[in-house]
């Protein structure tokens, strides 16, 4: 199966923007998903598809695609945005692959 | 809405039998096309997906696991269930149970709370 590699940890200032990546051959094929998790929490979904919010997710969360590379962006990063951010999607073998995981500080 | 809740045993001795089990309310297990799935989390780790049981009934498993898991449903109770043998320490981890469906993108709308597992003698 395929992997997805993204960076371990990324940092933004409160209100800035950040960008987080997940690289992956399966990205040139299927979309990739965005998951938040806060400790303790079960992950929740941020974005899907072509820049699909589900309810109750913020607009200054969206997503982005190219070639083998998907893209989370938090434009205006709140304090509450502070959180492990998982990227997912399925390989051309049927299983599905989760990335590393990014931990996001908010300084 | 859709809520899933895992249960189980929280501590399991090595060599063992993992059962666990994920109730499904507001959503039928055999209705829409959905990939009802089991995911878990090593302590202070990322996530694995461990594989899912598709509403048609056809399963498909993580290979990194050596066809150690198996996932079943009743379709009476709307439940779904994961068994894992051969369990070690390794096999510590919290579990969760999600629907995963393909909306324009694979993806998992809905998870349970997850549930922990400590596998020790």
């Known amino acids: 199966s395929s992997e997805l590699t993204q960076d371990p940890a990324v940092s933004v200032a409160l209100g800035q923007t950040v960008r987080i990546t997940c690289q992956g051959d399966?990205?040139?094929?299927?979309?990739a998903s965005w998951y938040q998790q806060k400790p303790g929490q079960a992950p929740l979904l941020a974005i899907y598809g072509n820049n699909n919010r589900p309810s109750g997710i913020p607009d200054r969360f969206s997503g982005s695609s190219s070639g083998n590379t998907a893209s989370l962006t938090i434009t205006g990063a709140q304090a509450e945005d502070e959180a492990d951010y998982y990227c997912n999607s399925r390989d051309t073998s049927g299983s599905w692959v989760f990335g590393g995981g990014t931990k996001l500080t908010v300084l | 809405q859709v809520q899933l809740q895992e249960s189980g045993p929280g501590l399991v001795k090595p060599s063992q039998t993992l059962s666990l089990t994920c109730t499904v309310s507001?959503?039928?297990?055999?209705?829409?096309?959905?990939?009802w799935s089991w995911i878990r989390q090593h302590p202070g780790k990322g996530l694995e997906w461990i594989g899912y049981?598709?509403?048609?009934?056809?399963?498909y498993y993580n290979p990194s696991l050596k066809s150690r898991a198996l996932i079943s449903v009743d379709t009476s109770n709307n439940q779904f269930f994961l068994k894992l043998n051969s369990l070690t320490a390794a096999d510590t981890a919290v579990y969760y149970c999600?629907?995963?469906?393909?909306?324009?993108?694979?993806?998992?709308?809905?998870w349970g709370q997850g549930t922990l597992v400590t596998v020790s003698s």
């Open positions: 507001g959503g039928s297990v055999t209705g829409g096309d959905f990939y």
């Open positions: 049981i598709y509403s048609s009934g056809s399963t």
């Open positions: 399966s990205l040139r094929r299927y979309y």
């Open positions: 999600a629907r995963g469906e393909d909306g324009g993108a694979y993806h998992f709308g809905y």
